[in-house]
């Protein structure tokens, strides 16, 4: 098998399964592509796009083809040496009737063998909650669904079981209440149900049930039920009395879907109610979830994993460390064939700004968000963020964007995590109580220190562990003290202080074994689990929707409240990674991102063009004011989504679209309007999504609709058209720098579907979008020259043929990529802030990189994404050693070495828009 060098993730679904990406695999090694990155695989609800609602861990999607089409696709990559990555979830599965899991917990409660699998807070404060399970899935409150029949008593003849069902959602009734129901039924039924009733004690009753459950299965096919649904139809009084009773027994609550935030008392993904949290700590949860995936380790059909969503773990270090020592015990039991010396361990982490991924985790790094605002924060000019800050403000009235990360954390800890919140301010309440110098902090003052603690976070998390603080995660706790002692008055500093020291300062392992030691630890691992989805909904799906100084810097794991950053920035993090984690993950796109990335790349050109781009959305307000709408709450669409729409469309203004086009047209406003309903919710200022508002998404969509379809709007549209070709042309010189920086500095080169072409896509669903590989094969085997796809730039096989020649490169010289040193270079001459090149080197290989950055104003008016020659003037590298033009060629042969240590950009950017020269020596 051949060495990690380059991955390709691949989303599957019903729509592209396991075998539809069996014909791909001699196009994705032809390409270069080492191993396959695949979504997660088990299996999952029913329709899933992503597969991270997982029901069923224990086997491989049906819907994918099962394992049989995953061997046959293993199959495929193995006759050309590829491997296959496989995407994971630990923290969470889907909760529903789909899952057998969770229907068993809620049939049998804390009797259930899956009890402790999920994480549920049994013991609550609240008396409606002891002991049960709140499941907020109804419609509408509950008095008033169970009034309407909406929740009505059903019966599954396969199994012989009961169960309640509201439109998709079923909820089982407990088989030890069945004696009640039967009571309503003939002579069988009731002594069946007597026995039955004799399953309200033993920690055996679920196994019991078995046997019983068949014979009522039998007893009902020969005696009609329906006595039984009459006396429980709660249109009537009687049913209404009777049914609420039943349910009242259950060991869950029903309870109306916006009772979630408040009163959830178990840990979901985030605030989605439709994924629950797993206690993966836990050694059976963690053999029982991982099982399938092992056993696909231990057959060689799996060679490396991606961890989805890490810091939602309870111990993250524990468990990459525990995953470890398993799959590491796993590499014997492979077959010759697929041997391997290492398995790779990706961590899905959003890391803060200085923050770096702990290395006694023993993974190989994360999934390369961090890449991505690396290199976009190389690609924009730091000149124009005070023009583009100013129209910001004057057009939008919003804060600056750390203030709007603090509104909307406050926010969200008030409204969807609202019930996370209390229970970890009830968890400190209980360690306040365990200490007689603390006993007297209130309830109320406890809580506003620790949210304004949250609020002021600087990272998703921090490690607690029984040692207390790694001292990795000191500086970034400060951090928070110190913002949540500035809005706080002091009468709170002292609850603060003692926050400090619970929440890490003092190790719970000093504490003597009992209760106060497992409250406290109790209480570390809530907060942490909190900070992460706070951080989460905050930033990526609430601020970067409310605020757009320039989109191309509102990205995941994207450092948002900076703008740019300097070369030495880019080199000094390519040291840390060679150093730390060599094979780390560079993405530039993902799955999850809101932008493609070649959209942030044409977005950055606005940072060269800040004064330009505020005076065409001067022009373009004043073009639209026929279009917008005035409601009762405003104008429609409001000035700040407005702009934020004009910055969308010119990142994502397809290259060959015909503005006489109505097809293409109403295709593109298809998209729009897709992406804006998303974008106005996730903002949750003029609507959300637990309260959209109708009437302003409607205007806002017929805005864009009117622009893009209307004849009275056809000045706007080709204003904006023009725009976004003014800018296409230095976007995609910076999209072509991207990717060459991706795929040449140290770590391992992640491609995402289809951007091998370009990629104009905008937040998912678009950005899952079905891909077109038919043509990419197509170009692949084309057999244009350079200059031709040059000139042929918008069609995008200039990238992919880029791609291909690296890709080709990295595994002729994989160690050189991987492993060899990195050593930044000296730029000289005029444009020299417009140049960023480094060289890799090991013994007897060298490889010298060079791009170009802020480009616009050297590329002038050209019509392809190339400088001319002659606009470098005496810009040059300063090599280390000198290349000889006998041993070293650039990309497509470009012959611009010369026996010298100075190469100058005039010639070595002559023929292609970016250059990698390769020397062996």
């Given at each position: 098998?051949?060495?990690?060098?380059?991955?390709?993730?691949?989303?599957?679904?019903?729509?592209?399964s396991?075998?539809?990406?069996?014909?791909?695999?001699?196009?994705?090694?032809r390409?270069?592509?080492?191993?396959?990155?695949?979504?997660?695989?088990?299996?999952?609800?029913?329709?899933?796009?992503?597969?991270?609602?997982?029901?069923?861990?224990?086997?491989?999607?049906?819907?994918?083809?099962?394992?049989?089409?995953l061997?046959?696709?293993?199959?495929?990559?193995?006759?050309?040496?590829?491997?296959?990555?496989?995407?994971?979830?630990?923290?969470?599965?889907?909760?529903?009737?789909?899952?057998?899991?969770?229907?068993?917990?809620?049939?049998?409660?804390?009797?259930?063998?899956?009890?402790?699998?999920?994480?549920?807070?049994?013991?609550?404060?609240d008396?409606?909650?002891?002991?049960?399970?709140?499941?907020?899935?109804?419609?509408?409150?509950?008095?008033?669904?169970?009034?309407?029949?909406?929740?009505?008593?059903?019966?599954?003849?396969?199994?012989?079981?009961?169960?309640?069902?509201?439109?998709?959602h079923?909820f089982?009734?407990?088989?030890a209440?069945?004696?009640?129901?039967?009571?309503?039924?003939?002579?069988a039924?009731?002594?069946?149900?007597?026995?039955?009733?004799?399953?309200?004690?033993?920690?055996?009753?679920?196994?019991?049930?078995?046997?019983l459950?068949?014979?009522?299965?039998?007893?009902?096919?020969q005696?009609?039920l329906?006595?039984?649904?009459?006396?429980?139809?709660?249109?009537?009084?009687?049913?209404?009395?009777?049914?609420?009773?039943?349910?009242e027994?259950?060991?869950?609550?029903?309870?109306s879907?916006?009772?979630?935030?408040?009163?959830?008392?178990?840990?979901r993904?985030?605030d989605?109610?439709?994924?629950?949290?797993?206690?993966?700590?836990?050694?059976?949860?963690?053999?029982?979830?991982?099982?399938?995936?092992?056993?696909?380790?231990?057959?060689?059909?799996?060679?490396?994993?991606?961890?989805?969503?890490?810091?939602?773990?309870?111990?993250?270090r524990?468990?990459?460390?525990?995953?470890?020592?398993?799959?590491?015990?796993?590499?014997?039991?492979?077959?010759?064939?697929?041997?391997?010396?290492?398995?790779?361990?990706?961590?899905?982490?959003?890391?803060?700004?200085?923050?770096?991924?702990?290395?006694?985790?023993?993974?190989?790094?994360?999934?390369?968000?961090?890449?991505?605002?690396q290199?976009?924060?190389?690609?924009h000019?730091?000149?124009?963020?005070?023009?583009?800050?100013?129209?910001?403000?004057?057009?939008?009235?919003?804060?600056?964007?750390?203030?709007?990360?603090?509104l909307?954390?406050?926010?969200?800890?008030?409204?969807?995590?609202?019930?996370?919140?209390?229970s970890?301010?009830?968890?400190?309440?209980?360690?306040?109580?365990?200490?007689?110098?603390?006993?007297?902090?209130?309830?109320?003052?406890?809580?506003?220190?620790?949210?304004?603690?949250?609020?002021?976070?600087?990272v998703y998390?921090?490690?607690?562990?029984?040692?207390?603080?790694?001292a990795e995660?000191?500086?970034?706790?400060?951090?928070?003290?110190?913002?949540?002692?500035?809005?706080?008055?002091?009468?709170?500093?002292?609850?603060?202080?003692?926050?400090?020291?619970?929440?890490?300062?003092?190790?719970?392992?000093?504490?003597?074994?009992?209760?106060?030691?497992?409250?406290?630890?109790?209480?570390?691992?809530?907060?942490?689990?909190?900070?992460?989805?706070?951080?989460?909904?905050a930033?990526?799906?609430?601020?970067?929707?409310?605020?757009?100084?320039?989109?191309?810097?509102?990205?995941?794991g994207f450092?948002?409240?900076?703008?740019?950053?300097?070369?030495?920035?880019?080199h000094?993090?390519?040291?840390?990674?060679?150093?730390?984690?060599?094979?780390?993950?560079?993405?530039t796109?993902?799955?999850?991102?809101?932008?493609?990335e070649?959209?942030?790349?044409r977005?950055?050109?606005?940072?060269?063009?800040?004064?330009?781009?505020?005076?065409?959305?001067?022009?373009?307000?004043?073009?639209?004011?026929?279009?917008?709408?005035?409601?009762?709450?405003?104008?429609?669409?409001?000035a700040?989504?407005?702009?934020?729409?004009?910055?969308?469309?010119?990142?994502?203004?397809p290259?060959?679209?015909?503005?006489n086009?109505?097809?293409a047209?109403?295709?593109?406003?298809?998209?729009?309007?897709?992406?804006?309903?998303?974008?106005?919710?996730?903002?949750?200022?003029?609507?959300?999504?637990?309260?959209?508002n109708?009437?302003?998404?409607?205007?806002?969509?017929?805005?864009?609709?009117?622009?893009?379809?209307?004849?009275a709007?056809?000045?706007?549209?080709?204003?904006?058209?023009?725009?976004?070709?003014?800018?296409?042309?230095p976007?995609?010189?910076?999209?072509?720098a991207?990717?060459?920086?991706?795929?040449?500095?140290?770590?391992?080169p992640?491609?995402?579907?289809?951007?091998?072409?370009?990629?104009?896509?905008?937040?998912?669903?678009?950005?899952?979008?079905?891909?077109?590989?038919?043509?990419?094969?197509?170009a692949?085997?084309?057999?244009?020259?350079?200059?031709?796809?040059?000139?042929?730039?918008r069609?995008?096989?200039?990238?992919?043929?880029?791609?291909?020649?690296?890709?080709?490169?990295?595994?002729?010289?994989?160690?050189?990529?991987?492993?060899?040193?990195?050593?930044?270079?000296?730029?000289?001459?005029?444009?020299?802030?417009?140049?960023?090149a480094?060289?890799?080197?090991?013994?007897?290989?060298?490889?010298?990189?060079?791009?170009?950055?802020?480009?616009?104003?050297?590329?002038?008016q050209?019509?392809?994404?190339?400088i001319p020659?002659?606009?470098?003037?005496?810009?040059?590298?300063?090599?280390?050693?000198?290349?000889?033009?006998?041993?070293?060629?650039?990309?497509?042969?470009t012959?611009?070495?010369?026996?010298?240590?100075?190469?100058?950009?005039?010639?070595?950017?002559?023929?292609?828009?970016?250059?990698?020269?390769?020397?062996?020596?």
């Amino acid at each position: 098998m051949k060495a990690l060098t380059a991955t390709l993730r691949l989303q599957f679904h019903a729509d592209f399964s396991l075998d539809d990406a069996v014909p791909l695999v001699p196009y994705f090694a032809r390409l270069g592509i080492s191993h396959l990155y695949a979504s997660p695989l088990l299996r999952a609800r029913p329709g899933s796009r992503h597969g991270y609602d997982v029901v069923d861990p224990g086997q491989v999607s049906p819907e994918l083809g099962g394992e049989a089409a995953l061997e046959r696709l293993v199959a495929a990559l193995r006759l050309h040496g590829m491997g296959l990555i496989l995407d994971m979830v630990s923290n969470h599965m889907a909760v529903g009737s789909d899952n057998p899991w969770w229907q068993d917990l809620l049939a049998w409660g804390r009797r259930s063998r899956y009890a402790e699998f999920f994480d549920i807070q049994w013991h609550s404060p609240d008396p409606l909650l002891e002991g049960q399970l709140l499941l907020p899935f109804l419609a509408s409150d509950y008095g008033a669904v169970l009034q309407a029949g909406e929740i009505p008593l059903r019966f599954d003849a396969a199994t012989g079981q009961f169960h309640i069902q509201h439109h998709e959602h079923r909820f089982p009734i407990c088989p030890a209440d069945y004696g009640v129901i039967l009571t309503n039924g003939g002579a069988a039924l009731q002594e069946l149900g007597t026995r039955l009733s004799g399953l309200r004690s033993g920690a055996d009753a679920p196994l019991r049930a078995r046997p019983l459950l068949a014979e009522l299965a039998a007893v009902a096919r020969q005696q009609p039920l329906d006595d039984v649904f009459t006396a429980f139809d709660s249109r009537t009084p009687e049913g209404f009395k009777r049914l609420h009773a039943l349910l009242e027994r259950q060991p869950y609550r029903l309870a109306s879907w916006r009772t979630a935030g408040d009163d959830i008392n178990w840990r979901r993904f985030f605030d989605v109610n439709e994924l629950g949290g797993l206690r993966v700590e836990r050694a059976a949860v963690f053999e029982a979830t991982h099982s399938k995936v092992f056993e696909l380790i231990g057959r060689g059909l799996v060679d490396g994993l991606r961890v989805d969503h890490i810091d939602g773990l309870a111990d993250p270090r524990g468990y990459c460390r525990k995953l470890r020592r398993r799959v590491d015990g796993l590499l014997a039991q492979r077959p010759l064939e697929a041997a391997l010396e290492h398995f790779p361990i990706f961590v899905e982490k959003i890391l803060g700004a200085d923050e770096q991924l702990h290395r006694d985790w023993q993974v190989d790094g994360t999934t390369g968000y961090e890449f991505m605002n690396q290199v976009s924060l190389l690609q924009h000019d730091p000149d124009g963020e005070g023009e583009l800050a100013a129209l910001w403000s004057a057009v939008s009235d919003r804060p600056e964007f750390t203030e709007e990360v603090r509104l909307a954390r406050q926010q969200i800890l008030s409204a969807s995590l609202a019930g996370d919140f209390e229970s970890v301010s009830q968890a400190l309440l209980q360690v306040a109580r365990d200490d007689l110098m603390s006993r007297d902090l209130t309830f109320g003052a406890i809580r506003r220190a620790l949210q304004a603690l949250i609020e002021h976070y600087p990272v998703y998390r921090t490690y607690i562990n029984a040692c207390g603080r790694p001292a990795e995660d000191e500086a970034f706790f400060q951090q928070a003290m110190r913002g949540a002692r500035q809005c706080l008055s002091e009468a709170d500093w002292p609850v603060l202080d003692y926050l400090q020291r619970w929440l890490g300062g003092e190790p719970w392992c000093r504490l003597p074994p009992g209760r106060p030691r497992k409250h406290l630890r109790h209480a570390c691992v809530r907060f942490q689990q909190l900070t992460s989805p706070t951080a989460a909904k905050a930033v990526e799906d609430t601020a970067f929707y409310r605020s757009a100084l320039l989109l191309s810097r509102n990205d995941v794991g994207f450092d948002a409240e900076r703008f740019s950053a300097p070369i030495e920035d880019f080199h000094q993090h390519c040291l840390v990674r060679l150093e730390q984690f060599p094979d780390n993950l560079l993405a530039t796109a993902t799955h999850d991102h809101k932008r493609g990335e070649d959209t942030r790349a044409r977005l950055a050109v606005l940072s060269e063009r800040s004064s330009w781009f505020a005076s065409r959305v001067e022009h373009w307000r004043e073009l639209a004011s026929p279009l917008r709408s005035t409601l009762a709450d405003g104008e429609a669409p409001g000035a700040a989504d407005e702009l934020l729409l004009y910055q969308t469309l010119l990142g994502s203004w397809p290259l060959d679209l015909d503005e006489n086009d109505p097809t293409a047209l109403e295709a593109y406003a298809q998209r729009l309007c897709q992406w804006q309903r998303k974008a106005l919710r996730e903002a949750k200022l003029r609507s959300s999504w637990s309260a959209p508002n109708e009437a302003y998404e409607r205007a806002c969509l017929d805005f864009i609709d009117t622009l893009l379809l209307e004849r009275a709007s056809q000045q706007l549209r080709h204003s904006l058209a023009e725009a976004a070709q003014a800018i296409a042309c230095p976007g995609a010189l910076n999209s072509l720098a991207q990717c060459l920086l991706r795929m040449t500095a140290p770590g391992v080169p992640d491609l995402y579907q289809g951007n091998e072409f370009w990629d104009f896509s905008l937040v998912d669903p678009d950005n899952r979008r079905p891909v077109d590989f038919a043509s990419r094969r197509q170009a692949l085997v084309d057999g244009t020259t350079t200059a031709q796809r040059l000139q042929d730039w918008r069609s995008g096989r200039i990238k992919q043929a880029l791609i291909n020649q690296v890709l080709e490169w990295r595994q002729q010289y994989p160690q050189l990529f991987l492993r060899g040193q990195y050593l930044p270079l000296e730029v000289r001459g005029r444009h020299a802030d417009r140049v960023l090149a480094f060289a890799r080197v090991t013994a007897g290989e060298r490889a010298i990189v060079v791009v170009p950055r802020l480009a616009w104003g050297l590329l002038a008016q050209s019509p392809i994404p190339l400088i001319p020659a002659q606009n470098w003037d005496d810009t040059r590298l300063i090599l280390p050693f000198a290349l000889s033009p006998a041993t070293c060629s650039g990309l497509f042969a470009t012959g611009a070495v010369t026996a010298s240590k100075e190469l100058w950009l005039s010639t070595a950017l002559k023929e292609f828009p970016v250059n990698l020269f390769v020397e062996h020596t």
